[in-house]
């Protein structure tokens, strides 16, 4: 690593680590949010391509409508709001996905309408701070790609191991393990991806942390 | 370093006597399907060797050679599992129970679900057809005439008849036409060491003597699942009112409930491992009989012949409750004042 | 007399079926982000947890099945688009009849009981059902028995991982397995065995 960036990533790393939601802090890896869509439906690139777009759809506006109305609630009223702005930003969403995807809302069932209540959306209830539109906007986009990020590899890795297929193309011939399809594949899978990439973030944070010992 | 100074692994010697025991199954396993079962063998010692140089690696710990829990793990998966099982499954079951469910909890002794269990049950649920169809014994000495066909027939078990084993007929509601003498000696279809009685009752027998089992659990095990049957037969023809007359008839269920199925070998082999065995002797008969009901459940009301590895991971989940319950009992001794 | 029976038979099937053959977590993940954070820390009680969640869910199912009969007429062509809203008011109002429940009750623990309310609300362990009765068209004896079953399920789940952090927070545990990643794979293994039961995947 270079000197400057060096420099740049040990001053930051506390900030780093709390607001990076793509690696440092990634909300399905470190937080867990998410889990049931990545877990259970998302078994093939494609479920996973209408899942990514229902979320980028529906996370960002939901945070910031609530984040204007939740200025002028109690905090004890903020789980409530949550709820009901992901509710109706809900109708539009599946307005847009219909006309876009059609019958391949299909292959994730329920667990479109079922974002409405997933902590990864409305989580940010819980948290007694208020924020500003601009940050809410920031961190919705960002936390939207870190969990898109997991779900597609999480969604190619179940399809190679159970169909030997990537996006519906043969990459070989007999699958190597069906169970990665099934919600217990999709379980231990998780599991194993999520230690790998801790261990990748440890492994960065040292990295970062023996580098600042050898700057000049 | 010479072989003094070398410090064998704490279960080194009872996981020896654990592989000791296995070899006369595997005799009886060449005995009736032919050699394949030997590479079988092979190919998940090999795997399961490498899956634990590759996650004392990963851990950078040093790889102890003597640690040999998952050469018995490995060896007891193929004995469960159907002469004509490819490679591959093989290998995906070895790798999933060393990797996943022995050395992501921490290796020996500290994984809270049975690793055979777990490689088995991952792969029955992922080739259900391959693993729940079974090749008949002693068909393999047909095919061995010295051509090249033949051999390679023998090894492929190519154009066998595979067949269900004996717990299907049972679920359908009839008694499996197999006498007796062939459910001792093994000579029917079905896993291909787990079906000869009389080998896995000598290797018990050798295992109490040497003191590496104890035969709480699996006597419990085993009377539950007996009882139970008695009660309740899959036997169509039997139901309450015919009770006192139909006794012979409940006895010989019971006989293949418990022979069939991999049920005394699981019982001889699984859950005395020693990982996720009770201490407590109280607590080791409550598991055995709650191994015993969730086995029969899950052979009853589930959907795959071995069905006691899935019920075992459901038991594995809760029995730690049971030694802390029993042990948490204040001391009523005598002597003993009680604050 | 054989009407009452034959509904409490039909309530206590599916009440069966939710808890052990589609556990909400174990076969469809209902819940599982809120279940990983309750056992790890021990800041809020997992059973006030469960009972709260249950107590919401068999205030809303019925909310949810009166819904489900109105929005199924053929004239509400719309009804993909505003059902998970009508199932978030469900419940919210179950929310709120709790709520009222724990405050004019003398309780003691009055002011942690508020605290776990929402999150018991805000979960997909109490819209997952809903929308599964729903979408599946159960009838009203099933709706509730399915319902009570995965409450009950969702505890189940509970109890058996909060009996594995034993061996999970184990000090032989590799250490980038610890937390989430060993939760996960815990629980995947216990799918693996509710897998058994059914031999599929369960519909959703």
Known sequence: MKDDRVRYFA???DRLSRRDRVFLNNPVIM?????????????????????????LLLLTPTRIIATLIGQHVGFKMRAVVYALTAGVVFIAVAYIMESLFGTQLLSVGIYLPLLVMEPLIVKRFENPQKERIVTSFKKGILTTIGFCLVLFIMAALREVLALGTLGGIEIFRGPLLPMASMPAGGFILLGVVAAIWRAAVNAFKKNVSLGVKKLP | MSRQT??????????RDFI????PLYLMAFFY????VLALALIAVITARISDRVAAALRRHRYDSTENSSVVIALAIVLMMPATVRFRVV????????????AAFG?????PFNPVAVGFCAATVSWPDEMMHYPAPLNWMLQSSASFDGLW???TFDGAALVEGPSATLQAGGLPKIDMWSMLLGNYAGPLGATCTVVIIACAIFLVVKKRMSLVAPLCFLATVALLVFIFPRYSEISFQTLPYDIPQRLQTVAYELLGGAMLFAAVFLIPEPGTLPKNTLSRVIYGVLLGVAALLFRYFGTYELGFCFGMLIVNAVSGYFDRAIAQRPARRKGVIQP | MTLVLQNLGTFVVYALIAVFVQNAVFTRGFGVSRLTKLVTDSATDSLIFCALLTLIQILSAPMGYYLNQWLSAPEHWYRDYIGPLGYVLCALVAYGLVLLVIFLLPLANKRELMAVLPLATLSCAVLGPMLITSSQHYTFAQTIGFAVGSGLGYGLAVIMLSEGQRKMNNRKVPATFKGLPINLIYIGILALAIFGLTGHMVSY
Do not use: C, D, F
Request: charged content about 10%; glycine content about 10%; cysteine-free.
């Open chain 1, 11 to 13: 001053e930051n790393m």
């Open chain 1, 31 to 55: 937080q867990g949010l998410g889990l049931a869509p990545i877990v259970i439906p998302a078994n093939s690139v494609m479920s996973a391509a209408v899942l990514a777009m229902g979320v």
């Open chain 2, 6 to 15: 070398r410090t064998l692994h704490e279960g080194y010697a009872a996981n």
């Open chain 2, 20 to 23: 000791a025991m296995m070899l």
């Open chain 2, 33 to 36: 399907y032919g050699p394949r």
């Open chain 2, 91 to 102: 290998i995906a079951a070895v790798l999933i129970a060393v990797l996943v469910a022995k």
């Open chain 2, 107 to 111: 290796g020996w002794q500290s994984y």
């Open chain 2, 153 to 155: 027939k023998m090894w």
